[in-house]
């Protein structure tokens, strides 16, 4: 299993990165995905996640209405479009694929690190205010 992450880079506060996440060895579509952060000092955040069928998401509440998540199924790649983006948003941002699942929803009980076998390294994003 692979888990591959890029597009994150330093940007001025209220700009935009879309960072994406392609995963191999697995079956993609069968699991939730999501999006998890990690600043300095900070405990690991949930921040997105799609449930398998790609009908329901979650969002931390932090990032409501400025971050996106999608995916293409063909391309096996998980997306996370970030606008707006804040000095607060500055962390390593990891991708994370969990267990076989096919739940109609996904909700923030689902979005537990201990859930999701399978992880990428990251990418940094950095915001400067």
């Known amino acids: 299993v692979q888990v591959v992450e890029s597009g994150g880079g330093l940007v001025h506060a209220g700009e935009s990165l879309k960072l994406s996440c392609t995963v191999s060895?697995?079956?993609?579509?069968?699991?939730?995905m999501c999006w998890f952060r990690q600043a300095p000092g900070k405990e690991r955040e949930g921040v997105s996640c799609?449930?398998?069928?790609?009908?329901?998401?979650y969002y931390a509440d932090s990032v409501k209405g400025r971050f996106t998540i999608s995916r293409d199924v063909a391309e096996t790649t998980l997306y996370l479009k970030m606008d707006s983006l804040k000095a607060e948003d500055t962390a390593m941002y990891s991708c994370?694929?969990?267990?076989?699942?096919?739940?109609?929803?996904?909700?923030?009980?689902?979005?537990?690190?201990?859930?999701?076998?399978?992880w990428g390294q990251g990418t940094q994003v950095t915001v400067s205010s």
């Open positions: 799609m449930n398998a069928y790609g009908s329901s998401t």
């Open positions: 994370a694929a969990g267990i076989t699942s096919y739940r109609a929803y996904v909700e923030k009980s689902d979005v537990v690190p201990s859930k999701f076998p399978y």
């Open positions: 060895g697995l079956t993609f579509s069968s699991r939730n």
